[in-house]
Nanobody, 126 residues
Framework: QVQLVESGGGLVQAGGSLRLSCAAS????????MAWFRQAPGKQREGVGCISLNGRQTKYVDSVQGRFTISRDNAKKTVTLQMNNLEPGDTAVYYC???????????????????WGKGIQVTVSS
């Protein structure tokens, strides 16, 4: 069983930056590809980005491409989401997720995720 705990959320003005972290425990972190999802009020949950087992492949939803960066540290069992140039439309609860990938070198946000964090609020004011 893997437990995921997000941290680093909060309130920031448009144009600012935040860095979210997700700490994993209870499993072999390097077996899981990781992703960040978000859900805004009244909207469906959407994938923000994902990262492969060794961190060499990342993917992002178009709306955050060039502004957000995902990275991971397998030794520390953490995955981070660096968010720059934040916009009010980025306001949401952000979730960390982990899954066993069918292809080790890749990641897709449409793949199955087995574990989820409880989420953390990110609010961007205009």
């Amino acid at each position: 069983q893997v437990q995921l705990v997000e941290s680093g959320g909060g309130l920031v003005q448009a144009g600012g930056s935040l860095r979210l972290s997700c700490a994993a425990s209870g499993g072999t972190f390097s077996r899981y590809f990781m992703a960040w999802f978000r859900q805004a009020p009244g909207k469906q949950r959407e994938g923000v980005g994902c990262i492969s087992l060794n961190g060499r492949q990342t993917k992002y939803v178009d709306s955050v491409q060039g502004r957000f960066t995902i990275s991971r540290d397998n030794a520390k069992k953490t995955v981070t989401l660096q968010m720059n140039n934040l916009e009010p439309g980025d306001t949401a609860v952000y979730y960390c997720a982990a899954g066993v990938p069918p292809v080790h070198s890749m990641c897709y946000m449409s793949w199955q995720f087995d574990y989820w964090g409880k989420g953390i609020q990110v609010t961007v004011s205009s």
